[in-house]
């Protein structure tokens, strides 16, 4: 009689073995798990529904799994599933989501299911949703029914994350990931999505050095990646030196990104430039390591909104930091009031900069601009103020003056 339930609820399963599953699985039964590397967690994902076993008792820890598959283990994954096999999303889940994606979920899949489609193909909702909520493009695979490679996951967890948590710091990600065997043989895009999961602590690599590029992803490693993407205390402490000097800073498309900076002492430029921009009221904007100042409320709407370059980056002024070359800086357009409005921002940023010397650098940065302003020529050049060298250039249309700081000197203490 037993066996007879367990079969009845083994055919509802989905026939790609990927299914809702109705109450707990004793995954316990499972024939081939025993003494698996990935025992516990196919026990513990089993239970939650989010991979299924076959009717034979097996669950086939090494077979492959389809990037379709994949897709709907992720989504499950941000679920509660309920006694009756009812699912509700998880309300850190949609808490972490940006105001546009929630929307999505709460207005446009209000009555989502979570199940497969019973027409055509099966996959089609799960990859619907995770397309809307940009978690992956549909032109991204070719074939969502073809087995799934570890740097195809890769970049799903990419797209996952930025739009669930933040991306880290992608530098300092392509340097700790560049210890792998065959990372070279992967190519640029897919590099950044290896660095990215492996620096988030989600994907490891294999005992022999190797990441796995080209490599299929088993049934059994797309549990253990879901674990680590659901709970961040099980993620792999892939550790840093510059732990103090990290960063979650705000990017152009509304999420966020992980940023390293080589010191503390651009850490702290960076939270001085936040304070800098607040001196403006709301005629500022933060993306990445750029704050852009606005003349008015109207120039950076026009701005915010605008769909051409020029239009968007029509600030009259920025400050900005470069944490790959350590370079400091300071933008400004050439234009009546720009420094009357922005001189009390310009000022508590390179203030900080320089210290003593900081009133050695203005005095260089006031009489440049009014010696362009006035002549519309100014020849590149660099001259030594403090701990700094000061490069000042004008850029091809007569109009952008930048002044570009870099720290040539360190302390000894």
């Known amino acids: 009689m037993r ?8 055919a509802i399963c989905c026939v790609m073995s990927i299914g809702v599953v109705q109450g707990k699985i004793e995954a316990a039964g499972f024939k081939d798990i025993k003494s698996h590397w990935a025992e516990q967690t196919i026990t513990q994902m089993a239970q939650q529904g989010l991979l299924d076993g076959f009717p034979d008792g097996m669950f086939r820890p090494d077979d492959t799994v389809t990037a379709d598959q994949f897709v709907k283990i992720v989504l499950l994954a941000y679920t509660d599933m309920y006694p009756n096999g009812e699912r ?9 989501l940006s105001g546009s994606n929630r929307s999505i979920l709460q207005q446009d899949y209000r009555d989502f299911t979570f199940k497969p489609s019973t027409v055509g193909y099966w996959a089609k909702p799960y990859l619907d949703l995770a397309s809307d909520l940009h978690f992956i493009s549909k032109g991204q695979f070719t074939d969502y029914k073809a087995n799934l490679k570890r740097e195809d996951v890769a970049e799903i967890l990419y797209y996952l994350l930025k739009e669930t948590e933040y991306l880290e710091d992608e530098v300092y990600s392509l340097k700790t990931a560049s210890h792998f065997g065959d990372f070279q043989s992967a190519t640029a895009r897919q590099q950044k999505f290896i660095g990215e999961s492996m620096t988030k602590g989600i994907m490891e690599g294999y005992p022999n050095g190797y990441f796995g590029v080209g490599r299929f992803v088993t049934r059994a490693e797309a549990l253990q ?22 960063k979650v800073v705000p990017t152009k498309d509304g999420s966020y990104k992980k940023l390293v900076f080589p010191d503390g002492r651009m850490l702290q430029a960076y939270e001085v430039m936040e304070e800098a921009g607040k001196l403006r009221g709301t005629n500022y904007d933060l993306e990445e390591t750029t704050l852009r100042l606005f003349r008015d409320a109207d120039a950076k709407n026009r701005a915010m909104s605008g769909n051409t370059a020029a239009v968007r980056y029509s600030n009259e002024a920025s400050l900005w930091l470069d944490p790959q070359f350590a370079t400091y800086g300071v933008t400004v357009r050439l234009e009546d009031g720009t420094l009357a409005r922005n001189e009390e921002s310009i000022r508590k940023f390179t203030d900080f900069l320089f210290g003593y010397d900081a009133e050695t650098f203005y005095r260089q940065f006031r009489d440049t601009y009014a010696q362009v302003s006035k002549t519309g020529v100014w020849e590149t050049s660099t001259k030594q103020i403090g701990d700094y060298s000061v490069e000042t250039r004008l850029e091809p249309d007569g109009k952008t003056l930048i002044f570009s700081i870099i720290h040539v000197r360190t302390s000894l203490y």
């Open 88 to 96: 509700k999303w998880k309300p850190a889940f949609l808490q972490a």
């Open 3 to 10: 066996l007879k339930k367990w079969v009845a609820a083994a």
């Open 225 to 246: 990646i879901i674990a680590r993407l659901q709970d961040k205390t099980k993620r792999i402490d892939v550790g840093s030196s510059a732990d103090s000097f990290i």
